[in-house]
C-alpha cells in the first residue's frame, strides 16, 4: 500500500545526490590564489594568458593545484600564502614589465579546496556577500534625465545639419525643456521640414504650433526612444565601472544594476573610501587621430605621439599626429554590425558637428589611417587603426580583420570611454573584518540552534516520525544550499536569516502530515492507511500554505532591492525545497520504514488521544 515505484525513489535518490555533490565544496573551506584580470578592456583572459600564466610559476619554480578561469578572470591555486605572494609577484613581474603602464590586474584571492572533480562537475561553493567578507559598498544614482538631456542636444544639432543638407531655410532649432522648436516661414516648409525629419529619424514625434507669422514645429523623443537612451546609459556606466574597478585589483567586485536608475558598487576587501570614490568618478575620454604614416615610433619626430594598440595579446605602437581630429563628447553611439561584404564591423554615430569635421578630414585624408585613442589617468592606448575607404561623415563604419567578438568588445570601449551620464553617491559604508567574523559566527549559530530546537522538538512529540521530519528537513537545508551553490547566488546575512526562517516554515508541512496522521488513527483507521490518508490529506493545505508564501517571496523580489530581494531568493527556493523534502523525501523514509509490512499494530508517531479517553 505504502510503497512508491523505483523510478520514483530513483528520482528523489537522483536529487539528493545532485544536493550532496553541490553542497560538498561548501564545506571544503578556501585555499590561496592568484587572481588575473585585464586592466585594459582591449586585452581578454583567454587560452594564450592561461598558458603565459603557467608557464611563468613554471619558471618560478611554484606549483599550482587547478586553474579557474571565466570571461573576466583566470584564478590558479597555490599551497599557502607565502607561495601565493611570490606567485602574485612573479607573475606581475612578467605580465607588467612597465609597472607605470600595467596591462593587468593581479590580486590575492580565495578558491575553495573542494576537489578536482568536483571543480569539473561545476560544484562550487556560494559567494559570500560584502556583510559575510567585508569591505566597501556604494549606491550610485544615475541621472537618467542628463543622459536624455545630452540627447536632445545632440538631436538638435544633428535637426540643422539635416535641414543646411536638405537646403530648408528655417528661424533656427531652439530647445524649449525636452522639446526641440524648430520656426519655419510658412506652412509649406513646415510641411517639408516635417517629412525630412521623418525620413531621416524614427524617434522623434511631432507637434505643430502657429504664433503670427511664426509656424512652429516641436519636435519630441518617442517614449521607446526615451527608454532606450537611459537603458543604454546605465549599460555604459556598469561597463565603464568595471574597467576602473580592475585597477584597484578587486578579487570578486559586484557591478550591478538596481532598480530603474541605481548601479550598486561593492567592493570586497577594499577598506580605502576615498580611494574607491576617487576611482568611480575618475573621467576618460576618446580621441580620434590621423596616424603619422612613415614616422618612427622607436624615435618620432616632434609633432607625433606614440600609443600602442593591442593585437593578440603584443602592443603595436603607432605614430599618430598631435593634432586632435574629434573628442569622445561627438560619439553619439557605437554598436557591433556587419558590412556590405557580411564582415564583422563597428557602426559609429557621430553628432552633427561632429559630421561636419569627420566630413572635411575624411575628404583630406581618403586613403590614410586614423585612429581613436582611449586616454585614462593619462594614459592613451590605441583601440582602432583604420584606413579610411571613402569620404563620411555622422555615420561611418569602422572595418578590418575583426571577429563578431572584436567588433563588440571595440564597440563597448567606444562607448565607454566616459560616462555617459553623471551619478551621484547616495550611500556608502565599510565593514570591516571583526563585524564579519561576528555576522558569520551569528548567523551560522542561529541557523544551527534553531534546527537543533526543531529536531529535538518532533523527536520528543512525534517520536520516529519526528526523526523522519528531521531528516526531511535536513534534506530540505541540503537541497537549498546545494541550488544556491548551483546558481553561484550570493550568500548575505539576510539570506542566513531566511535560511533559519525556512527551517521553521519547511516543519509546518510536516507537522500537518503528522497531526492528519494522528486524526486517521484516532477515527480508527489502520495504520497503513492512515499513512495514506495523512499524506494525501495534508497536501492541499501544504500546496495552499506555501503558494500563498511563495507569492509574497516573489513579491519581495520584484518590489524590493538590495537585502529585501536577497532575503526575497532565498526564502522562494526555500519553500519550493521544503515542498520536496516534506512530501517526497519524508514519505519515502516512511515507505521504507513502514511500507513493506503486511501486520502492522502501531505507529511510533508519539502519544494519541482519542475522544472520551
Known amino acids: 500500500m505504502n510503497r512508491y515505484p523505483i523510478w520514483k525513489n530513483l528520482m528523489i535518490g537522483v536529487v539528493l545526490i545532485f544536493g550532496l555533490l553541490y553542497t560538498l565544496p561548501n564545506f571544503f573551506g578556501e585555499v590561496p590564489a592568484v587572481q588575473v584580470s585585464t586592466a585594459r578592456s582591449s586585452l581578454k583572459v583567454d587560452d594564450d594568458l592561461e598558458k603565459r600564466v603557467l608557464e611563468i610559476l613554471t619558471s618560478a619554480k611554484i606549483e599550482n593545484s587547478g586553474v579557474v578561469r571565466d570571461q573576466a578572470s583566470l584564478r590558479v591555486r597555490v599551497k599557502d600564502i607565502d607561495t601565493q605572494q611570490k606567485a602574485r609577484e612573479s607573475v606581475d613581474r612578467a605580465l607588467n614589465p612597465d ?26 561553493p556560494m559567494y559570500l556577500g560584502l556583510d559575510l ?82 509656424f512652429w514645429l516641436i519636435a519630441t523623443l518617442t517614449a521607446p526612444a526615451r527608454k532606450s537612451i537611459q537603458e543604454e546609459a546605465i549599460k555604459q556606466n556598469i561597463v565603464t565601472l568595471h574597467n576602473r574597478v580592475n585597477e584597484l585589483g578587486v578579487a570578486e567586485p559586484v557591478i550591478q544594476q538596481q532598480g530603474l536608475d541605481r548601479i550598486v558598487v561593492q567592493l570586497p576587501g577594499v577598506q580605502d573610501v576615498s580611494k574607491a570614490k576617487d576611482l568611480i568618478g575618475r573621467t576618460a575620454t576618446l580621441q580620434v587621430r ?152 551569528k548567523g551560522f ?15 520528543t512529540y512525534y517520536m520516529l516520525f519526528g526523526v523522519i521530519s528531521t531528516i526531511a528537513l535536513s534534506a530540505n537545508v541540503l537541497l537549498l544550499i546545494a541550488v544556491l551553490s548551483f546558481c553561484q547566488a550570493t550568500l548575505t546575512l ?58 509574497a517571496g516573489i513579491a519581495l523580489f520584484a518590489f524590493g532591492s538590495g537585502p529585501v530581494k536577497g532575503f526575497a531568493v532565498v526564502h522562494c527556493l526555500g519553500i519550493l525545497t521544503s515542498m520536496f523534502s516534506a512530501v517526497l523525501v519524508s514519505r519515502m523514509i516512511t515507505n521504507f520504514v513502514y511500507g513493506y509490512r503486511r501486520k502492522l499494530d502501531k505507529l511510533g508517531i508519539g502519544q494519541i488521544w482519542k475522544p472520551g479517553v
Open 445 to 459: 549559530n542561529s541557523t544551527l540552534w534553531g534546527f537543533v530546537a526543531i529536531a529535538a522538538f518532533m523527536c
Open 494 to 551: 539576510p539570506g542566513i536569516a531566511a535560511i533559519a526562517l525556512t527551517l521553521g516554515m519547511a516543519i509546518d508541512s510536516n507537522v500537518l502530515i503528522n497531526e492528519r496522521i494522528r486524526e486517521e488513527l484516532r477515527n480508527g483507521v489502520s495504520p497503513q492507511a492512515a499513512i495514506t490518508a495523512g499524506y494525501e490529506r495534508a497536501f492541499d493545505t501544504i500546496l495552499d500554505s506555501n503558494v500563498t508564501t511563495l507569492i
Open 133 to 214: 567578507r567585508g569591505g566597501v559598498h556604494f549606491l550610485l544614482q544615475v541621472d537618467m534625465q542628463g543622459a536624455v538631456s545630452k540627447q536632445i542636444d545632440a538631436t538638435a544639432g544633428d535637426l540643422r545639419t539635416l535641414l543646411r543638407q536638405k537646403k530648408l531655410s528655417h528661424g533656427g532649432v531652439s530647445r524649449e525643456g525636452d522639446k526641440l522648436a524648430l520656426r519655419l516661414r510658412s506652412e509649406a516648409d513646415r510641411k517639408q521640414a516635417q517629412n525630412i525629419i521623418r525620413d531621416a529619424r524614427d524617434d522623434l514625434e511631432f507637434a505643430e504650433r502657429t504664433e503670427g507669422n511664426d
Open 290 to 441: 590621423m596616424v603619422a604614416e612613415g614616422a618612427d615610433p622607436i624615435n618620432p619626430p616632434p609633432g607625433v605621439d606614440v600609443f600602442p594598440e593591442i593585437r593578440d595579446g603584443q602592443e603595436v605602437p603607432h605614430a599618430v599626429k598631435k593634432q586632435v581630429v574629434l573628442t569622445g563628447d561627438r560619439f553619439v553611439k557605437a554598436s557591433a554590425t556587419f558590412d556590405s561584404n557580411q564582415q564583422p564591423a563597428v557602426s559609429v554615430d557621430l553628432d552633427s558637428a561632429g559630421g561636419l569635421i569627420m566630413r572635411d578630414t575624411t575628404r583630406e585624408y581618403i586613403h590614410k589611417q586614423m585612429a581613436i585613442v582611449l586616454f585614462e589617468k593619462g594614459r592613451g592606448e590605441a583601440i582602432s587603426v583604420a584606413t579610411i575607404q571613402g569620404e563620411f561623415s555622422n555615420k561611418f563604419q569602422i572595418t578590418g580583420n575583426f571577429s563578431a567578438e572584436d567588433t563588440t568588445r571595440l564597440a563597448i570601449l567606444i562607448r565607454s570611454g566616459s560616462l555617459a551620464a553623471p551619478m551621484d553617491i547616495i550611500e556608502e559604508r565599510v565593514i570591516g573584518p571583526s563585524a564579519v567574523a561576528e555576522n558569520i559566527q
Open 99 to 124: 609597472p607605470k603602464n600595467p596591462g593587468y590586474v593581479v590580486a590575492l584571492n580565495l578558491l575553495s579546496a573542494s576537489p578536482k572533480w568536483l571543480t569539473a562537475i561545476n560544484a562550487l
